[in-house]
């Protein structure tokens, strides 16, 4: 059974950057790939990005292209979500979860197995 752990949420100025982790416990890794969501105060979880840890194909939406950019280190079964020229409105909540779906990873109702979320403000 996989087990999500996220952390590196934190404050951040407008135009800040951070790198949010996503450790992954279990075995089998391989057959999974990793979402980043993101839930925004009063609204619904939407998807920020998706990598496949079995070969290392990544997506990102459009609206996050140029700031977003997932990655992994197989040596520390971790993900990872950079993110670059934060936004007020990118203030959320945001979780990792999985899926052995890929073409489902952009979907919150096709992953299996969320982890608990880290917190990510960004204020002036």
């Known amino acids: 059974q996989l087990r999500l752990v996220e952390s590196g949420g934190g404050v951040v100025q407008p135009g800040g950057s951070l790198r949010l982790s996503c450790e992954v416990y279990?075995?089998?890794?391989?057959?999974?790939?990793i979402g980043w969501y993101r839930q925004a105060p009063g609204k619904g979880r939407e998807g920020a990005s998706c990598?496949?840890?079995?070969?290392?194909?990544?997506y990102s939406p459009k609206r996050l292209e140029g700031r977003f950019t997932i990655s992994r280190d197989k040596s520390k079964d971790t993900v990872y979500l950079q993110m670059n020229n934060l936004k007020p409105e990118d203030t959320g909540v945001y979780y990792c979860?999985?899926?052995?779906?890929?073409?489902?990873?952009?979907?919150?109702?096709?992953?299996?197995?969320w982890g608990k979320g880290t917190q990510v403000t960004v204020s002036a």
């Open positions: 279990g075995g089998g890794l391989n057959r999974y790939a």
């Open positions: 990598i496949d840890l079995s070969d290392g194909s990544t």
């Open positions: 979860a999985a899926t052995r779906d890929y073409g489902l990873c952009d979907y919150d109702y096709g992953m299996e197995l």
